[in-house]
Structures are given as C-alpha cells and as structure tokens.
T-cell receptor, first 113, second 115 residues
Framework: NAGVTQTPKFRVLKTGQSMTLLCAQD?????MYWYRQDPGMGLRLIHY???????AKGEVPDGYNVSRLKKQNFLLGLESAAPSQTSVYFC????????????FGPGTRLTVL | AQSVTQPDIHITVSEGASLELRCNYS??????LFWYVQSPGQGLQLLLK??????LVQGIKGFEAEFKRSQSSFNLRKPSVHWSDAAEYFC?????????????FGSGTRLSIRP
C-alpha cells in the first residue's frame, strides 16, 4: 500500500495563478483532510471531507476550494494564488470518525511569488 | 475555546539522555490525545494515542506518554534518546464527547540531539 500520496511535491506560482493539489489514498478511508503548516503555527485545517461527494470548511478555508468526486481522491484548488498561501500543504485521511488516527502524505511545498 | 499548548518551541538534549515533551489541553471532557512525529521533509507519523483506559500509553520507537487529568496534560517521554529522534513533535487533541469532533494540533516542539 502506498498510503497517502500527494502531487506535486514542490511548486512555485506567481501571484494570481491557479493550481490544484492532488491527494490520493489507497486505504479506503472515509475522511480526508487538507492542512497547511507554517512555522510556529502547527497544522491548520483548511477543508475536510467526511465521504465521497462531501466537503466542509475547516479553520482557514478562505482562498481555497476542494472537491471529493471519488472516495480515494481529495483535490485542493487555489483559484488566485497569493503570497500568504506560501506554505507546506499536507493531506491526511482517517477511517471511521473525524477524531480517529490520521495518516499523512509527504506534503507539498508551495511558494507564491 | 478548544486549545492545545506545547510550551517548548525547541529542546536540545544529549544523545542517551532522557526526554520529556510537554503538552497541555483545555477541554472539559476526557479528550482523545495523540502524539505525532515529523522528520525533516516528511509528513506526520503517529507515535501513540490515548482514548481511554490505562493512562500510561506505549508507542512506537520507545516513546510513552502519560495522561494526567488533574493537570490537563499528556506529556511525551523517552528514557534514552537517539540521534534519529531529532524531529518535530506535535501533540494533538480531539474532544471526546462527539465523534464529529475534529483533531486540533499544537504548534509543535522541535527536538535537537547533541552528540
């Protein structure tokens, strides 16, 4: 099992450009999450999904959109990137409930110039 | 408001020395508690978790943590650290009263190992 994978690993954008980060999991987990990690701030939840076709806002959702068209995939979109979105983005998944153990991908380092 | 605090931003210990990383939370009910480790350039990996039962929890890589309700703490310990333990450690908490409760992560403690 590959677990949780993220594509791409690194990306540099210019302000105003758009991009989509892809997260895939092969553990048949119901719940998936997108976090951003910034120095000294730990992980902050952007959006999450409790099942195929569902999404919900987390702590810092502004400027991001998500979609969960297939159970194994969770996409994070930036429609118009801003320098404040420079961060490391982590995807995670969990099995039964939102408070269950989460399994993390390796991260995507995004720089917005 | 729900919160989890890791008071130490950065800790340096000598190889072979003991380690204790602090974690405090603010919830009324018994929470679900986790410790994750993040090696440089990697995602987070679960070290251990506490949901109920014995308050001393054993995890991977020789780590353990103790839930102390009276102190609202869940400190991580290791009797003898190895150079490979250098990483960032995150405490995480989810309120136990609802299965819809989301996990909240602390801001992390960076551990450096002195040779």
């Amino acid at each position: 099992n590959a677990g949780v994978t993220q594509t791409p690993k690194f990306r540099v954008l210019k302000t105003g450009q758009s991009m989509t980060l892809l997260c895939a999991q092969d553990m048949n987990h119901e719940y998936m999450y997108w976090y951003r990690q910034d120095p000294g701030m730990g992980l902050r939840l952007i959006h999450y999904s409790v099942g195929e076709g569902t999404t919900a806002k987390g702590e810092v959702p502004d400027g991001y959109n998500v979609s969960r068209l297939k159970k194994q995939n969770f996409l994070l979109g930036l429609e118009s990137a801003a320098p404040s979105q420079t961060s490391v983005y982590f995807c995670a998944s969990s099995d039964r409930v939102l408070r269950d153990t989460q399994y993390f991908g390796p991260g995507t380092r995004l720089t917005v110039l | 408001a729900q919160s989890v605090t890791q008071p130490d931003i950065h800790i340096t210990v000598s190889e072979g020395a003991s380690l204790e990383l602090r974690c405090n939370y603010s919830y009324g009910a018994t929470p679900y508690l986790f410790w994750y480790v993040q090696s440089p350039g990697q995602g987070l990996q679960l070290l251990l978790k506490y949901f109920s039962g014995d308050t001393l929890v054993q995890g991977i890589k020789g780590f353990e943590a103790e839930f102390k309700r009276s102190q609202s703490s869940f400190n991580l310990r290791k009797p003898s650290v190895h150079w490979s333990d250098a990483a960032e450690y995150f405490c995480a908490v989810a309120p136990g009263y609802s299965s819809a409760s989301k996990i909240i992560f602390g801001s992390g403690t960076r551990l450096s190992i002195r040779p």
